[in-house]
């Protein structure tokens, strides 16, 4: 079947960077933040990871927002949704400055922007464990515009996460496309391959990989961005 949607992860494809790197300085920022509100830093990291795993294990009862959020205020109680705003507003601003940790590949927009001129549709599927807000800034230092994408996942419009194949199926019922026409790229072994257990062509980006389990990448169609566009102008 023709390829017609291309899904394209963002931290570590799209986006290039040290995952340790940015993690530490995005927590460094916020726990600056958020201090004034009275969340002491070191617990805040943890509570934050405690949330991330709520929402790693959802099981598609609620919006991975209210995992999140349900999961900090067991810390902090109610007080927390009162705060969304102050958090919301970090992510539209200090949350940019993390972007000088970041690296920059002007072929990520490149390949963007050629599937759009040839009627491809594309899809920002980037693991919905942040606000759309963060999703946007993030993208923006790509110099991609989230108006480039028929669909974007974030933490307000998804109830599963990466490596659940269930994250790639709610993609597929919103956007109304089989998994036969659509191809995931991305850098992380386990989180973004699985997509290929649907049926979805894959490829793996290798300038930022992430094979946590050291599995066998020869058995996907792998490579830097040149070689994923040589990959794109075969399969399209």
């Known amino acids: 079947m023709k390829i017609t949607t291309v899904f394209f992860d963002l ?3 799209l986006l290039p960077m040290d995952q340790d790197v940015f ?10 933040k958020v201090a004034p509100l009275g969340y002491e830093p070191a617990s805040l990291v943890d509570n934050i990871w405690a949330g991330t795993a709520a929402m790693v294990k ?14 900090f205020s067991k810390t902090y109680g109610d007080k927390v949704y009162n705060d969304i705003p102050v958090f919301d507003e970090f992510y539209s601003n200090e949350f940019n400055l993390v972007k000088d940790v970041c690296g920059f590949d002007p072929l990520a927009k490149q390949t963007v922007d050629s599937l759009k001129l040839k009627g491809v549709d594309t899809v920002l599927a980037t693991n919905p464990i942040f606000p759309a807000v963060a999703v946007h800034s993030r993208l923006s230092w790509t110099g991609i515009s989230p108006e480039d994408f028929t669909y974007i996942t974030t933490y307000e419009n998804s109830s599963f996460c990466k490596p659940n194949p269930k994250y790639y199926e709610e993609i597929l019922a919103r956007i109304g496309k089989s998994p036969e026409e659509c191809l995931m ?11 290929q257990t649907l049926g979805m062509k894959v490829f793996l980006l290798t300038n930022c990989i992430l094979n946590k389990k050291d599995r ?3 058995v996907y169609p792998n490579g830097d961005f040149e070689d994923l566009v040589l990959h794109l102008n075969t399969v399209l």
Not at 23 to 32: N, W
Not at 58 to 71: C, T
Not at 185 to 195: C, K, T, Y
């Open 216 to 218: 066998d990448i020869s």
């Open 58 to 71: 959802n099981d598609g009862s609620r919006k991975n927002a209210d995992a999140f959020w349900a999961q």
């Open 11 to 13: 931290d570590g494809t």
């Open 185 to 195: 790229v991305g850098n992380d072994v386990e989180e973004d391959m699985v997509a």
């Open 23 to 32: 993690v530490k300085t995005y927590f460094k920022l916020l726990a600056k």
